[in-house]
């Protein structure tokens, strides 16, 4: 049996990595952090952030909104912050005994949570503020990638138990 059989359907190799529904989702965490580290470090710092103007872009509006903070927590922490977790989960999820078992449920959870309130993020930069910030929209489509993925492979998972 050759390897590429052995991975079976639920892989395939793409420039000789091995594609699978765990590396989409690391590849997302890692986009996901640079994206909500970048927003992090500009409301740590407090400097402009570099964004497409004009039309309905306004990253500064949305930036400083009263929606870009969580119990006077910037809302851009708590994404880095969650990108953290789910990343870690991911990553441990063959490692620990209870994240084998319970990991991708997990998993799931937290992306479901983080995928309601980023399509919440949307519709506040959409109706509320009337202005967009493309930062935003890129973590929030990520988001979308992310849950998309972590529900097909626990999709995947109930049908093999």
Not at 50 to 79: H, R, T
Not at 131 to 146: D, G, K, Q, S
């Amino acid at each position: 049996m050759t390897t590429g059989q052995i991975a079976g359907t639920n892989s395939q190799r793409i420039f000789g990595m091995r594609l699978n529904a765990r590396t989409l989702l690391l590849v997302s965490v890692v986009f996901g952090l640079l994206v909500s580290g970048y927003l992090s470090y500009v409301k740590l710092v407090d400097v402009p952030m570099a964004c497409v103007e004009g039309g309905a872009f306004d990253c500064g509006k949305v930036q400083n909104s009263a929606y870009s903070m969580m119990f006077g927590i910037p809302i851009a922490w708590l994404g880095f912050a969650t990108y953290v977790v789910l990343g870690l989960l991911v990553l441990l999820e063959d490692r620990l005994a209870f994240l084998r078992e319970n990991g991708r449920l997990l998993v799931f959870g937290v992306a479901l949570m983080a995928f309601i309130y980023s399509m919440w993020l949307v519709y506040v930069q959409v109706a509320l503020l009337g202005a967009l910030c493309v930062w935003c929209l890129l973590h929030e489509a990520n988001m979308v990638v992310f849950f998309v993925v972590a529900c097909w492979r626990l999709y995947k998972d109930l049908q093999e138990a």
